[in-house]
DNA sequence: CGCTATGTTGATCCATATCAATAAGTGTGG
DNA sequence: CCACACTTATTGATATGGATCAACATAGCG
């Protein structure tokens, strides 16, 4: 593996404690590869052969069942995937693909447990990644039990204006819309009349293009909660 | 903390590689109590003081937003809770109340993380611990996206039934009606709805006593997936 | 430039929630 | 141990959120 990419994968949160000779036995065997866009990486069930990280680009985690498709979430760099899954040495629960052209890593999960037994350090920093994932997950769930689809919607739309738009009043939509719905759990077209819906609350959309002309109107209707939409929690 | 319940702790996974030096270390400051049905062990959003351990009775892990409430979890004896947010000594995502008469075991959060800061195979205990807890919530999320309700109650018989009774035609509900219809993400009159659909797949049900007189059938419309139902991996 | 996938809009259908009334349990105190 | 009160469960009627189907528009992309 090129070392060029060394510094980038040491400064993620879960290797950047790492010792350096953990680090380097750790990275035995791994390769870098480029993927077109919509190839699927990850069949679940299949069994947890690589721990990923993604470099650039955009992976999409799903799960289907008797023939529907659910879109679980979208991953952006630098973030590893599928950690839960490599450590408890398990089959994948959820599949991935790319969704534009990306640059992934691929450690053999070998390779992380027998560190993980290993390296202390190592075995704390997975405990933060697993319990931020896990909560994660938690507020996706409480969101999806607890909210109609056009609140999730509009609090979705506040959460993406906080964390890709830096808070300005137009942003660019990350994904089309209707991998969106999917993620939000609707049907496509019902995502459309959701944007519709939301207008008299001050949303226009162009395209990808959104635009929130009243912020505290939005959030009135869209009464965000820190424990379902902060994701620094 | 009395003697007897040492045993019993050990016993969980979570501690069971545990140093002697380790274990008695955590549980310095921790206290067994008694709690009667109905009471609030936990508000979500407070900060996290205690590991939680259910030693007998139920608990009931539960969520709200805008007055809405929602049944996340139910929580068996001998089974911790909250781990996530104690580790993260991060606020509570989710609310915690006793369903019956309850004992549990309280261990100061500060413990837990000074252990986990110090002793490498607690560390890779709770690794394990929140890998589980994270795989199960992705299949709750799976199921509540990918079933209808009609499906999720059909699946959930079929998962009750191996493992609360034991594989036997007949066995019973361990939670009221209500509590299981929020978890399964309905209302409790479409619960009663839904267990009369499913009578012509074999299903009876007297008071909270099931009887799945055909499991083929009841299989055949449910599609059980080990990666939505199967707990143990 | 035209093909194909994505997005929108309208019409309709279906699953599920809500409202309302009754029935059946469950627990409590006399 | 029974009677009352209260919660839970069922059933029916209705409303509604959201899915589906179909037609058309639009936008990417080769």
Request: proline share 5%; charged share 25%.
């Amino acid at each position: 593996m090129p070392e060029r990419y060394h510094d980038e994968i040491r400064r993620l949160p879960l290797f950047s404690d790492l010792s350096d000779e953990s680090f380097i036995s750790l990275l035995q065997g791994a390769y870098v590869q480029n993927f077109p866009p919509q190839i699927t990486l990850i069949d679940e069930g299949d069994t947890s052969d690589f721990l990923y990280i993604l470099v650039s680009g955009a992976v999409e985690m799903f799960s289907t069942w008797n023939g529907r498709e659910t879109s679980m979430d979208t991953i952006r760099p630098v973030t590893t995937f599928i950690l839960a899954a490599t450590v408890k040495d398990a089959v994948y629960l959820m599949s991935a693909r790319t969704v534009e052209k990306s640059r992934l890593i691929l450690l053999p999960s070998e390779n992380v447990r027998r560190i993980f037994e290993t390296d202390a350090t190592f075995a704390k920093c997975i405990v933060t990644e697993l319990a931020q994932g896990y909560r994660s997950i938690v507020k996706t769930s409480k969101e999806l039990k607890l909210r109609t689809s056009l609140e999730r919607l509009a609090n979705y739309l506040l959460r993406e204006q906080a964390r890709g738009g830096g808070g300005a009043a137009e942003f660019d939509l990350p994904m089309e819309k209707r991998r969106l719905a999917s993620y939000l759990g609707m049907a496509p077209e019902n995502l459309s009349r959701a944007f519709k819906a939301l207008q008299p609350y001050g949303v226009e959309v162009a395209g990808s293009r959104i635009t929130i002309n009243d912020e505290a109107d939005l959030r009135a209707f869209a009464k965000p909660s820190p424990l379902i939409d902060d994701a620094s929690i």
